[in-house]
């Protein structure tokens, strides 16, 4: 028997308001292909709104997984409990939609900054770290400044920790509205907006595949081959990955198959390419999981 299953992902980000009943003609569109899980990495909306949450639940809850992941991003204001603390009712109620019955009933489990553990129907298991959190950047919500470190209890020289949930050695995805810095991060003039402590981070756990969005021209896949030669002492074989875009007519040149024994495989599923423009497509990712240990016993 294997040790590793074959798991489908769709991974999207930045979708910022898209309704899937009206803004017809983009790559997000129905039918989306069944998954084991989906994964949207913040940027639901463009500003907020329980009117905007609510038309974001809907569009989740119209994709066909047994379990959807959610963070919230830099535009979704309330979702972030700092962003204005003279409004402490905005937050409690928009968090409340998106843990309450609507939710629910579509399928979501929100995630606010941590690690969690997920067993699959499929009898796969994997354990995700996650975190809405970006450098600062302009008047939005969940920012850091440069020289402080959420991902790490030990900081680099001039850096100082603030991790209350750092990533944990061992973990298999991330999931994180922005990225590292240097991959799939660079805006239109070719400066890299990323994340350095994200990355020392990344680099330190080692997933299998990490996942974000909030750079938009930044969208594309990556494996990430780690320049250390070190690999994560959990894989026991070389897990393989496919990739490709979804209902879009270059998902056949986009298809691609990588091995990840000494990488990670970086995903920016951005989906927003300019104002009430999504011409970006989901990624499809059908990733090596590890069997869960029930597995065994049968």
């Known amino acids: 028997m294997s040790t590793k299953i074959t798991t ?7 979708t910022h308001g898209f309704d899937i009943q009206k803004n017809i003609g983009f790559p997000l569109s129905l039918p989306l292909p069944r998954v084991d899980v989906v994964l949207h990495c913040g940027d639901l909306t463009q500003v907020g709104g329980l009117s905007e949450y609510s038309k974001a ?3 989740l809850g119209s994709t066909d997984a047994e379990l959807k992941l959610v963070i919230a991003g830099n535009h979704d204001l309330e979702l972030d409990p700092n962003y204005d603390p003279d409004e402490p009712d905005e937050h409690e109620k928009a968090l409340s939609l998106w843990t309450g019955p609507e939710a629910i009933q579509a399928g979501i489990t929100y995630q606010t900054e941590g690690t969690r553990s997920f067993t699959l129907k499929n ?9 809405p959190f970006q450098p600062e950047f302009g008047d939005w919500a969940f920012g850091y400044r440069h020289s402080e470190d959420r991902f790490s209890i030990e900081a680099a ?7 209350e949930y750092p990533v944990p050695e061992g973990v298999d995805i991330m999931m994180t509205h922005g990225p590292p810095y240097g991959i ?10 990323g994340c350095k402590n994200l990355l020392r981070a990344v680099r330190r756990a080692k997933p299998l595949m990490h996942c974000f969005g909030h750079i938009h021209e930044g969208y594309g896949v990556h494996n990430e081959r780690w320049k250390d030669g070190s690999k994560s002492t959990r894989r026991d074989e070389a897990p393989n990955v496919v990739v490709s875009a ?15 024994d000494d990488g990670t495989l970086m995903v920016n599923a951005a ?27 049968g």
């Open 246 to 260: 979804v209902n879009t007519d270059l998902a056949g040149q986009i298809s691609q198959t990588f091995s990840l």
């Open 271 to 297: 989906l927003q390419t300019g104002p009430s423009q999504w011409r970006n497509a989901p990624w499809l990712v059908e990733l090596q999981l590890p069997r869960a240990w029930w597995q065994w016993q």
């Open 157 to 163: 020289a001039g850096c100082t920790s603030i991790a």
């Open 8 to 14: 489908r992902f769709l991974i999207l980000s930045d």
């Open 184 to 193: 799939l991060d660079h805006v239109g003039d070719g400066r890299p907006l």
């Open 123 to 131: 009898g796969s298991k994997f354990t995700i770290y996650a975190s």
């Open 57 to 59: 639940i809907r569009m």
